[in-house]
């Protein structure tokens, strides 16, 4: 069970700032021992797992440090609290939360020689102009580590987009994520048989809110990827009577089954939306914390899928049961195009049998 925020303002964003600075402070002794242990277990030239992850620690950390700072700076300017829903604050929250996705985001790719490709249609400027002139609904897979922070980071520093963001209560437990995201206009849910049309309201409110830079971020899937999540994604749809939509998912290897709940919710509470759907393939090998260490560095391309749907070809109108299978039609779409684009091929261990544009 989460702690309550203050515990977590008072004991976690402390500690954060302590494991900073322990680690800038050991760093040189770490890093040798880190030099040490790779060249003892014989790591191919350049591989250096540990001090690749160390490096990056050290840079996480000192970044979250530098936020906490700026973000009690930004608590007492605003009258301890009390300006901090107004707009110029709101403006410098964004502001460094951009700085912190960038700076993670050149340090992981420089350090994991991880590369990213985003395909998108080239826009002159009118283009991109008229696109910025509608809020949108952003439907995301979710798999692989970081590629929530990858979606978010460009949508805000590339796109110029103000995301808010569905995402998981236990993100909580980092402490500059849950100081920053809960002065924005984000949601946290926990998924419960009782809870979930509260957070189906929150989600609603949350796109009724949209202006026009504004993103919402959605996950349909819920979580990452796994094995034992897509069996269970599809035994669920069994228990509901959902017959066919468990027959499409089966087919959908690469996917877990989309909760159309939420995102549905948020595509009829903001009726002047775009919907963006986005695909990724590079990052949904990694399961488990053992997959990302031996795949260290990466050394490999993230290929990123974006397909736009204008405001007047969502289906907003028609019933609800239309409308999710409109959804669990772009999940295949989206899934043919995983098969077709992950950088090694093949498909996720323990899955079923195969299956058979534009920026924000």
Not at 113 to 136: F, G, K, Q, S
Not at 293 to 320: G, K, T, Y
Request: charged share 20%; glycine share 8%; hydrophobic share 50%.
């Amino acid at each position: 069970m989460l702690p309550p925020r203050l515990v977590r303002r008072l004991i976690l964003a402390p500690l954060a700032v302590v494991i900073a600075v322990a680690v800038a402070a050991l760093f040189p002794l770490l890093a040798l021992l880190a030099g040490v242990f790779g060249l003892v277990g014989r790591a191919r030239p350049g591989r250096m797992r540990g001090l690749r992850l160390l490096f990056f620690a050290l840079v996480w950390f000192t970044a979250e440090t530098v936020t906490l700072f700026v973000c009690l700076g930004l608590w007492m300017a605003s009258g301890f609290g009390g300006r901090l829903r107004t707009e110029p604050f709101q403006n410098r929250h964004y502001a460094i939360m951009g700085w912190f996705l960038r700076l993670v985001y050149r340090t992981a790719t420089g350090t994991f020689a991880v590369t990213v490709e985003v395909a998108e249609p080239e826009l002159t400027d009118a283009e991109r102009a008229a696109r910025l002139a509608r809020p949108v609904i952003v439907l995301s897979r979710h798999a692989g580590p970081g590629d929530s922070f990858l979606l978010v980071h460009h949508l805000l520093n590339v796109y110029e987009r103000r995301p808010r963001v569905v995402m998981k209560a236990a993100l909580q437990y980092d402490p500059t994520l849950d100081v920053v995201a809960n002065r924005l206009p984000n949601v946290f849910v926990r998924h419960s048989r009782t809870g979930d049309r509260q957070y189906v309201e929150q989600i609603e409110r949350l796109a009724r809110g949209l202006d026009q830079v504004g993103a919402l971020v959605i996950f349909p899937e819920g979580g990452n990827w796994t094995p034992g999540r897509w069996q269970r994604g599809i035994a669920r749809l069994e228990r509901q009577g959902r017959h066919d939509l468990a027959a499409r998912a089966r087919d959908m290897p690469n996917l877990l089954p989309p909760r159309a709940g939420g995102a549905l919710a948020a595509i009829s509470a903001c009726p002047s939306a775009d919907v963006i759907f986005v695909a990724h393939a590079g990052l949904d090998r990694l399961v488990s914390v053992t997959d990302v260490w031996r795949s260290l560095p990466m050394d490999q391309v993230i290929r990123v899928r974006w397909w736009r749907v204008p405001v007047d070809e969502v289906p907003r109108r028609a019933d609800h049961d239309a409308q999710v299978r409109w959804l669990y039609d772009w999940w295949e779409r989206i899934d043919a195009w995983i098969s077709d684009n992950r950088p090694e091929g093949g498909r996720p261990a323990g899955a079923g049998r195969p299956a058979g544009a534009g920026p924000a």
